[in-house]
């Protein structure tokens, strides 16, 4: 039986994770590089760092608004057409930032695209939970999941190149920025609806076999689940409920540091864009590693709280020592430590909804918990933003931060997951 798991899991992670890693790569650098554009349309606009604060996050309101109705959506049409589609959608809202104006056009484009990208990360966590096996699941999820810090590697020095563009063709570099970044989205969109399969028993590309074997041992684990198959289910769970305010805190800082990383970068070195793009790409490398070794040891052990928690108590301690940094250099060794651990509890983390709930409470539940915890990535940005403009300084934000992450971690220990 092992033998055959492993050969159908290696088959389908080389089949559909490098694919939906690459999907997820566009999804976060078009929600995550107005961080660089701040860097340029702040002053072009006279926006202030609470205004700049309120409109990253906004993203997320539309994003908590849209998740559920969004992935109901998808396990009513099938994730292909579905994904497919808000690709597309968020393509052109991300694009369409290049006619931002002041506060209100900021507001309103960042909010459609959240609501725009809002079933996309929910709709593939089901996705992949429809056609992994749950021992696989962590470490397939963190593969998955790289994709956000490496879009912050590939993300933060292709930004700062293209910040450079500054008044070619009469368009400001940050206006230049968002619309090459917006077509990527819409061309992949077009490319999901001939690649991905919606069910592993249309899956032409497994062998028999092997497709036989895995329809039934995932028809199996279906059966074993206890959670209900309704909506309702997952919302009268306490432990989805837990596990949302887990994802919370994690968001407050993954978003936090990330949409206000470029500017924290400029305050403490005066870099050129291209050098800040460079050295904020230095936190991601480091996490991308770890989140794989820490979801790989998750699957091994079985043991799920822990390897969320304990990443979440040293990302905590990092962000106090960046509070009191002064230098670039401290400053981003320290935040390098946070975001390891802020990533390095995503793969842990999301093997325990999915061993929770069946059916469409599984749609629901996922759907409920990543709305729920993004609002932290309206929080994390705007609490930053408000601190520094009463301060002047990144060092109560970034304490603030610190709180909402530790919190996380001793939340995520009272939780258990369904394969526990």
């Known amino acids: 039986m092992y033998e055959i798991e492993a050969v159908v899991v290696r088959r389908l992670t080389w089949r559909l994770v490098p694919f939906l890693f690459l999907l997820y790569i ?81 507001y309103l484009l960042r909010f459609l695209l959240g609501a725009a990208e809002a079933g996309f990360f929910p709709g593939v966590i089901l996705y992949l939970k429809n056609w992994f096996p749950a021992r696989a699941r962590a470490r397939t999820v963190a593969r998955f999941m790289t994709a956000a810090p490496l879009s912050g590697v590939v993300g933060g020095p292709l930004s700062g190149a293209f910040l450079g563009l500054h008044l070619t063709s009469g368009l400001a570099g940050w206006q230049w920025m968002f619309l090459l970044e917006g077509i990527p989205a819409v061309l992949l969109g077009a490319i999901v609806l001939v690649y991905l399969v919606d069910r592993p028993e249309d899956a032409r590309w497994l062998p028999h076999a092997e497709r036989d074997w895995l329809v039934e041992a995932l028809r199996r684990e279906r059966a074993e689940i206890t959670g209900g198959a309704g909506v309702f289910a997952a919302l009268r769970s306490g432990r989805i409920w837990m596990l949302a305010l887990v994802y919370f805190g994690l968001n407050t800082v993954s978003y936090g540091v990330s949409l206000w990383l470029p500017t924290l970068i400029r305050s403490l070195s005066g870099m050129s864009n291209f050098a800040v793009g460079m050295m ?24 799920r709280r822990w390897h969320t928690a304990m990443p979440a108590f040293a990302g905590a301690l990092a962000l106090t020592g960046a509070a009191y940094s002064t230098s670039v250099g401290p400053a981003i060794l320290a935040i390098s430590v946070a975001v390891l651990g802020v990533f390095s509890m995503m793969g842990p983390f999301w093997a325990m909804p999915t061993g929770l709930l069946s059916g469409t409470a599984a749609a629901a539940g996922i759907a409920f918990i990543n709305s729920v915890g993004n609002l932290g990535g309206f929080v994390g940005p705007y609490v930053i933003g408000l601190v520094r403009t009463s301060t002047g300084q990144f060092k109560g934000g970034l304490l603030l931060v610190s709180a909402a992450l530790a919190a996380s971690g001793a939340v995520a220990l009272m939780a258990r997951s369904g394969n526990e």
């Open 280 to 303: 904020s790409a230095i936190p991601y490398v480091a996490a991308a590693v770890a989140m794989v070794a820490v979801g790989l040891h998750s699957d091994r052990s079985g043991e």
């Open 26 to 106: 566009v999804a976060y650098l078009d929600r995550i590089n107005v961080g660089f554009a701040a860097l340029q349309m702040r002053q072009q606009l006279a926006l202030t760092d609470a205004v700049y604060g309120l409109g990253a996050g906004m993203f997320f309101a539309g994003y908590f608004f849209f998740q559920v109705p969004s992935n109901l959506a998808l396990q009513r049409v099938g994730a292909r057409r579905w994904i497919a589609l808000l690709m597309t959608v968020w393509g052109v809202i991300s694009a369409a930032m290049v006619l931002v104006r002041g506060p209100r056009s900021f």
